[in-house]
C-alpha cells in the first residue's frame, strides 16, 4: 500500500481522493504521465491531477446500455499499472 486516507462515507469519491493522491511519493514515478479512473472520480478530481499533480486523468466509461458488472475493455491497463507501481 502506498498511500492510505479514512474519510466519512457521505464525502464524494473524487474529493477523498486528493488526500490520497496528495500522500503518494509521485517522484519515485517520474515516468508516470496518465491515470486510469472509472467515472465516479471525473470532477473535480479530472482537474486537480492536471494541476497539482501534472497528470492526466482518463475516464473509462461505462459501455453503453450496460446495467450489470462488465469489464472494461482497457480494465487491464488499469491492472497492469497497480502490478508495476506495487514492483510486482
Known amino acids: 500500500m502506498h498511500a492510505l486516507h479514512i474519510h466519512k462515507a457521505d464525502v464524494v469519491d473524487s474529493v477523498g481522493a486528493t488526500p490520497t493522491l496528495s500522500q503518494l511519493g509521485w517522484d519515485e514515478y517520474p515516468g508516470l504521465g ?8 471525473q470532477r473535480p478530481l479530472k482537474g486537480w491531477t492536471a494541476d497539482q499533480l501534472d497528470l492526466w486523468l482518463v475516464i473509462v466509461p ?3 446500455k450496460q446495467h450489470k458488472l ?9 491492472e497492469h499499472t497497480f502490478a508495476w507501481l506495487m514492483k510486482c
Open 34 to 41: 496518465v491515470v486510469f479512473s472509472d467515472s465516479a472520480y
Open 62 to 64: 461505462k459501455l453503453r
Open 70 to 78: 462488465v469489464v472494461p475493455p482497457n480494465r487491464w491497463i488499469v
